[in-house]
């Protein structure tokens, strides 16, 4: 009853907020609704450790989070932007209002008068208010702190504290207490989906299914806010916020999975292709949310090097994305086995069709490294071609493979080819021209064209593509466009 209850509220306070909503005319305002309450999730969940990507949790209380509260104070200021555009309203109330948040002039009746009506919170207007002196007071306080250039862990915990508590005591637009599916923009538009989810006969099943495709759904959005190709540090940085975010909320499907699909297993409540199916998700959403945050960006928030860390962002949005679509396509093969991947997300690429384009790059890759060390000899000279003209070209395939192919990798790999990566990097043009230098490159790339071809050979081997020969003639071609012309 007081599950029941609760929702109850939760429910009216989505209605009554969907009704002043509707009064507002604002271009793009569901997209900016939506936008503000992932930010403030997002910040409340950045400040809880176990969802950041930190490899050493032992030595936590000596680390300094700096660069955690820099990403917090400029989420702060996007919401203080966000409500801005938000609050359209004229009244007299609304200009005092915004005087005492902005410049703090007004007499302390006044202002207590002020703070006294927006706390109550009798309208979403006035929670919306509310909101805004609340991350203009936080953004403050992180932006201060953060000038100290040592942030210590007790520090970090007390502003999440505080953070947690603010959000909390907003009564509309409190993203942890709201319904976890909104009507305004948590729908699926597939009609694909729509028509699978609709052909469940047990109502209850059909909610469950619904709620797991809603909650992978929400994680795309997420990552649609990922910004991989900034030339700016700061936001690439500011990226993490989202990638936080995503982490906690797939521990929350996960045990989704686990609580309503894989207990019931011994009651018989659902057929076993759909226990497994769902006991196979919440498995490899583990293992992917693993791989991403202990390995691909692990530590990335100290990383000072933007290449380096626009790799490993831009990785890790390829492998969740990927990892969601085919998630997505696995659950919808339960139910209807001959729906294509192609028809819900137009650039889906199969398993069948990873594994090719995986086999077909890493062949290219390893063809480009042997045209380098054939056009080079032992002791540093090049032939038929000047020395940075063929760096050049390892290079931009480096630059191509991490784009379209690096997210298909096997995990284990990863450090190998990201070691490669690095050193290529390392190297100015100038040093091309140093014979020893010239000589350590040469090495540095025969060892790796040796790692791939180990590495093409598993490959080659993975049971999807039994059968299924490389085409030769076609790869001669697309390498051509890589090789420097004669």
Same mark, same amino acid.
């Not at 495709?213 to 929400?218: A, N």
């Not at 969740?320 to 139910?335: A, D, E, G, R």
């Given at each position: 009853?007081?599950?029941?209850?609760?929702? #109850?509220?939760? %429910? $009216?306070?989505?209605?009554?907020?969907?009704?002043? $909503?509707?009064?507002?005319?604002?271009?793009?305002?569901? %997209?900016?609704?939506?936008?503000?309450?992932?930010?403030?999730?997002?910040?409340?969940?950045?400040?809880n450790?176990?969802n950041?990507?930190?490899?050493?949790?032992?030595?936590?209380?000596?680390?300094?989070?700096?660069?955690?509260?820099?990403?917090?104070?400029?989420?702060?200021?996007?919401?203080?932007?966000?409500?801005?555009?938000?609050?359209?309203?004229?009244?007299?109330?609304?200009f005092y209002?915004?005087?005492?948040?902005?410049?703090?002039?007004?007499?302390?009746?006044?202002?207590?008068?002020?703070?006294?009506?927006?706390?109550n919170?009798?309208?979403?207007?006035?929670?919306?208010?509310?909101?805004?002196? #609340?991350?203009l007071?936080l953004g403050?306080?992180y932006?201060?702190?953060? %000038?100290?250039?040592k942030?210590?862990?007790?520090?970090y915990?007390?502003?999440?504290?505080?953070?947690?508590?603010?959000?909390? @005591?907003?009564?509309?637009?409190?993203?942890?207490?709201?319904?976890?599916?909104?009507?305004?923009?948590?729908?699926?538009?597939?009609?694909h989906?729509?028509?699978?989810?609709?052909?469940?006969?047990?109502?209850? @099943?059909?909610?469950?299914?619904?709620?797991?495709?809603?909650?992978?759904?929400?994680?795309?959005?997420? $990552?649609?806010?990922?910004?991989?190709?900034?030339?700016?540090?700061?936001?690439?940085?500011?990226?993490?916020?989202?990638?936080?975010?995503?982490h906690?909320?797939?521990?929350?499907?996960?045990?989704?999975?686990?609580?309503?699909?894989?207990?019931?297993?011994?009651?018989r409540?659902?057929?076993?292709?759909?226990?497994?199916?769902?006991?196979?998700?919440?498995?490899?959403?583990?293992?992917?949310?693993?791989?991403v945050?202990?390995?691909?960006?692990?530590?990335?928030?100290?990383?000072?090097?933007?290449?380096?860390?626009r790799?490993?962002?831009?990785?890790?949005?390829?492998?969740?994305?990927?990892?969601?679509?085919?998630?997505?396509?696995?659950?919808?093969?339960?139910?209807?086995?001959?729906?294509?991947?192609?028809?819900?997300?137009?650039?889906?690429?199969?398993?069948?069709?990873?594994?090719?384009r995986?086999?077909?790059?890493?062949?290219?890759?390893?063809?480009?490294?042997?045209?380098?060390?054939?056009?080079?000899?032992e002791n540093?000279?090049?032939r038929?071609?000047?020395?940075?003209?063929?760096?050049?070209m390892?290079?931009?395939?480096?630059?191509?493979?991490?784009?379209i192919?690096?997210?298909?990798?096997?995990?284990?790999?990863?450090?190998?080819?990201?070691?490669?990566?690095?050193?290529?990097?390392?190297?100015?043009?100038?040093?091309?021209?140093?014979?020893?230098?010239?000589?350590?490159?040469?090495?540095s790339?025969?060892?790796?064209?040796?790692?791939?071809?180990? #590495?093409?050979?598993?490959?080659?081997?993975?049971s999807?593509?039994?059968?299924?020969?490389?085409?030769?003639?076609?790869?001669? #071609?697309?390498l051509?466009?890589?090789?420097?012309?004669?």
């Amino acid at each position: 009853m007081e599950a029941k209850n609760e929702y #109850t509220v939760k %429910r $009216l306070l989505s209605i009554e907020r969907d009704k002043w $909503l509707e009064t507002l005319s604002i271009d793009g305002k569901d %997209r900016l609704l939506y936008e503000l309450e992932m930010l403030m999730k997002a910040s409340e969940r950045f400040f809880n450790i176990d969802n950041l990507p930190v490899s050493n949790r032992e030595q936590i209380i000596s680390k300094n989070f700096y660069n955690e509260l820099k990403i917090l104070a400029d989420a702060a200021k996007r919401i203080i932007s966000i409500v801005r555009l938000l609050l359209v309203d004229k009244s007299a109330n609304a200009f005092y209002f915004q005087a005492y948040v902005e410049n703090r002039l007004l007499a302390d009746y006044a202002r207590d008068r002020v703070i006294e009506i927006y706390l109550n919170q009798s309208s979403p207007r006035d929670s919306l208010y509310l909101l805004y002196i #609340t991350f203009l007071n936080l953004g403050s306080l992180y932006e201060a702190v953060a %000038r100290s250039k040592k942030v210590s862990y007790g520090m970090y915990s007390n502003l999440g504290q505080l953070t947690s508590r603010e959000i909390s @005591l907003n009564k509309y637009f409190n993203p942890l207490k709201l319904e976890p599916f909104l009507e305004r923009y948590d729908r699926i538009h597939d009609h694909h989906i729509r028509t699978v989810v609709g052909g469940i006969d047990d109502e209850n @099943l059909r909610l469950k299914v619904s709620i797991v495709f809603l909650s992978l759904f929400k994680l795309l959005r997420y $990552l649609r806010y990922v910004n991989n190709e900034s030339e700016d540090i700061e936001k690439l940085r500011s990226s993490l916020l989202i990638f936080t975010l995503i982490h906690a909320e797939a521990k929350m499907i996960t045990k989704f999975l686990d609580d309503e699909f894989l207990k019931q297993k011994s009651n018989r409540t659902y057929e076993n292709g759909i226990i497994t199916a769902m006991d196979s998700l919440s498995f490899q959403m583990s293992i992917e949310i693993r791989k991403v945050f202990g390995q691909i960006l692990k530590d990335a928030i100290e990383i000072g090097n933007l290449l380096k860390l626009r790799a490993a962002i831009d990785s890790a949005k390829g492998i969740l994305t990927n990892f969601i679509q085919q998630s997505i396509i696995l659950v919808v093969h339960k139910f209807d086995p001959y729906l294509k991947g192609k028809e819900i997300f137009p650039d889906f690429i199969s398993r069948i069709e990873q594994s090719l384009r995986l086999r077909e790059d890493i062949w290219l890759f390893k063809s480009v490294l042997e045209f380098f060390e054939d056009n080079t000899s032992e002791n540093g000279m090049a032939r038929n071609h000047m020395p940075g003209t063929l760096f050049n070209m390892v290079r931009d395939y480096i630059y191509y493979f991490q784009d379209i192919s690096f997210s298909l990798v096997r995990y284990s790999d990863h450090e190998e080819f990201e070691k490669f990566f690095d050193s290529i990097s390392a190297y100015r043009g100038d040093d091309l021209l140093n014979k020893f230098k010239f000589i350590e490159l040469r090495k540095s790339i025969h060892n790796f064209k040796i790692f791939l071809e180990t #590495t093409f050979g598993h490959i080659a081997n993975r049971s999807e593509l039994k059968d299924m020969p490389l085409d030769t003639k076609h790869l001669q #071609t697309v390498l051509a466009q890589f090789l420097p012309a004669r």
